[in-house]
Nanobody, 124 residues
Framework: QVQLVESGGGLVQAGGSLRLSCAASGRTFSNFAFGWFRQAPGKERECVASISWTGAFTYYADSVKGRFTISRDNAKNTVTRQMNSLKPEDTAIYYC?????????????????WGQGTQVTVSS
């Protein structure tokens, strides 16, 4: 089984950058696809990016395309999420999620493993 531990996050001014990391335990890390979700107060959890188990395929929501990057290092069992040009509307709790194989859709229900979440606050 894979357990996910998140780090990073915090408070940043608009236009700034943050890097989130997701460290995974378990011997089958390379078999899992990873998703990157966020949930703002009063809103549904949304997928902002995902990366396939090979790392060859990525998905980005339109709202973050060109600003956020997801990458993985299977040798280090780590998924890194780089957020640039942050906006106040990016304020949310960000989650790392994983699923074995290929997720059927960029939806929370397609992932069965979740990190504890980390708060990102962008001030204007």
């Amino acid at each position: 089984q894979v357990q996910l531990v998140e780090s990073g996050g915090g408070l940043v001014q608009a236009g700034g950058s943050l890097r989130l990391s997701c460290a995974a335990s378990g011997r089958t890390f390379s078999n899992f696809a990873f998703g990157w979700f966020r949930q703002a107060p009063g809103k549904e959890r949304e997928c902002v990016a995902s990366i396939s188990w090979t790392g060859a395929f990525t998905y980005y929501a339109d709202s973050v395309k060109g600003r956020f990057t997801i990458s993985r290092d299977n040798a280090k069992n780590t998924v890194t999420r780089q957020m640039n040009s942050l906006k106040p509307e990016d304020t949310a709790i960000y989650y790392c999620a994983a699923t074995l194989g290929t997720p059927i859709a960029p939806l929370a229900k397609a992932y069965n493993l979740w990190g504890q979440g980390t708060q990102v606050t962008v001030s204007s």
